[in-house]
């Protein structure tokens, strides 16, 4: 059963500093995510999803900076931690699996090893046999076939799918309240992608640990979310829940991403959403989807719309719904 929720985000403004001076990377994201309860987040390259889940885990480098806003978990306040506090919450209550687990893992350490360490940083009553043991456990838990001799191995000597297996076992060996899952299945092929996301269900459901699952891939939204937000130019644009979303979405932007989504009984050629996402530093005025909307009008070239609710749960960020609705 899903209760209240375990992360709230709040007003999330997050710059980097570079050559050109202050960029700001997300623009007032907010959003919230229960127990139990898979969120999506979709999106272009560029529009912010990325960025958001390391806000979250605070980390952004020396260049990356949250300007202002919150990020409240278990009704504690994240954007007021120390690195130490930090380092506690990160791989035991909130875990994150990145794009590409052959980067991601050490190529001079074991892979056992390496979710082994994990667990004797958050579980200091652990021995290291303990450990061992408890990591055998968890590649087992996420479908790697013998276990003890894989323990063993380095990441090279894995296939890709093994790899990410990998990964999904260091992320999950501490048991975290929340799972940041960001293209977890990119890099694989279609057999090995439909095994991951298969197991990361299993987890979500049989553990009740929330999931955030950042993708480009709407046919993965369609299988594994409860609730989408769709984010453009560093901000939320369109929250729904999943059903809602792909039948009836309201944004253009939405719109045109999933009619630019392939489906098996099309024949007719592929709509594209002209233009590209404006970079950080040169967004336009006004909405900055408005360049590459078809709906456009002219308070959209100047003014940035507002948030309109229909519901708990259903929000658009658009000047075509303005006057339907709630706004704030």
């Known amino acids: 059963m899903i209760h209240m929720n ?6 999330l403004h997050t710059h980097f500093h570079t050559d050109r001076g202050l960029v700001p990377a997300l623009n007032g994201v907010s959003f919230s995510i229960k127990k139990g309860e898979v969120l999506g987040i979709v999106g272009e390259s560029g529009c912010g999803k990325s960025v958001t889940s390391l ?15 919150s990020i409240q978990f278990k009704g504690q306040e994240l954007t007021t931690f120390t690195k130490k506090q930090m380092r506690k ?37 652990y021995s290291k046999n ?45 048991n975290p ?12 092929d279609v057999t090995i992608q439909e095994q991951i996301l298969g197991l990361m269900k299993k987890i979500a459901h049989e553990t009740g640990t929330s999931i955030i699952f950042i993708t480009h891939d709407l046919g993965v939204v369609a299988e594994m979310v409860d609730r989408v937000i769709v984010m453009y130019s560093g901000q939320v644009v369109e929250e729904n829940d999943v059903v809602s979303f792909f039948e009836a979405p309201k944004h253009p932007y ?24 404006p970079a950080p530093a040169n967004k336009p005025n006004g909405c900055p989807f408005h360049p590459r909307c078809p709906m456009a ?21 658009c000047w075509l719904y303005d006057k339907e609705a709630k706004t704030s």
């Open 6 to 11: 375990l992360l709230e985000v709040k007003n």
């Open 55 to 69: 806000s979250i885990l605070q980390l952004l480098g020396n260049k990356g900076k949250i300007e202002k806003g």
């Open 89 to 125: 919450v990160r791989g035991d209550e909130i875990s994150m699996i990145f794009q590409e687990p052959l980067t991601s893992l050490n190529p001079l350490i074991r892979v056992g090893k390496q979710i082994a360490e994990t667990i004797l940083l958050h579980r200091e009553n």
């Open 130 to 174: 303990q450990a061992k043991e408890h990591a055998i456990k968890m590649m087992k838990m996420v479908g790697i076939p013998q276990a003890e001799e894989k323990y063993s191995q380095y990441p090279h000597q894995l296939s890709g799918g093994m790899r990410q297996r990998i990964m999904i076992a260091i992320a999950l060996a501490c």
């Open 177 to 188: 309240d929340l799972l940041i899952a960001d293209e977890p299945t990119t890099a694989l």
């Open 254 to 277: 939405s719109q045109g991403l999933i009619n630019s989504t392939p489906a098996i009984d099309q024949g007719q050629k592929l709509e594209a959403i002209r233009g590209n996402v």
């Open 297 to 317: 009008s002219d308070i959209c070239k100047t003014t940035v719309p507002k948030n309109t609710y229909f519901g708990k749960q259903e929000m658009v960020n």
